[in-house]
């Protein structure tokens, strides 16, 4: 439906600029098109390149970050390996667990479904982690991912599983990665 509103306004847009221009002269014309165009182009390709539906998925299926995998269950042990931790309120998670080393979100059934490290000694399961360099990671996981900024937070790089529905987030700063995101999205 969306999409539908948005090509009757283009189209009613078009029609207008058309009826407008018969007005004018042909070099006005001729610029004022020009301009459109490249104003629709560098306008589709950032769309394009800040959304995740225009990225080929990647097989992150068997992807963890330390010894915690998605769906795993929230226990105990897990909780007393990482260290102290604080419970906060979080409108995307059941239960949102913070620690020294990073973060935690579960979803009703008491399953991991974010994971977040912010602590060096933590790698992803290809061995990328908090430190090293930007390259390295298309290296592991390839081209198939999209970029986004974030004010004060800096930019990242992101691979999506489509069939799993698992986001794989490199947060970084002066390419190089500061934080690990791997989370379900819907």
Do not use: C
């Not at 995740?52 to 769906?71: M, P, Y």
Request: net charge negative; proline share 1%.
């Amino acid at each position: 439906m969306f999409v539908l509103l948005i090509l009757t306004v283009f189209i009613i847009s078009i029609g207008l600029i058309l009826l407008i221009l018969k007005q004018l002269k042909k070099s006005i014309l001729l610029f004022i098109v020009t301009l459109v165009i490249v104003i629709l182009y560098f306008g589709g390709w950032w769309v394009f390149v800040q959304n995740h539906h225009f990225v080929r998925s990647t097989d992150l299926a068997k992807e963890n970050i330390g010894d915690v995998s998605l769906l795993d269950p929230i226990n105990e042990s897990l909780m007393k390996g990482y260290g102290e931790y604080t419970e906060h309120e979080n409108i995307y998670y059941e239960r949102s667990f913070h620690f020294e080393t990073g973060s935690i979100g579960t979803n009703s059934k008491n399953e991991i479904i974010y994971i977040r490290a912010i602590d060096p000694r933590v790698k992803t399961t290809s061995g990328l982690k908090i430190g090293d360099l930007k390259q390295e990671i298309s290296e592991w996981y390839g081209d198939n991912y999209f970029e986004q900024r974030e004010m004060g937070r800096g930019d990242s790089i992101n691979y999506i599983d489509r069939q799993y529905n698992i986001q794989l987030q490199f947060w970084l700063i002066d390419d190089r990665i500061t934080e690990i995101v791997l989370k379900k999205v819907r």
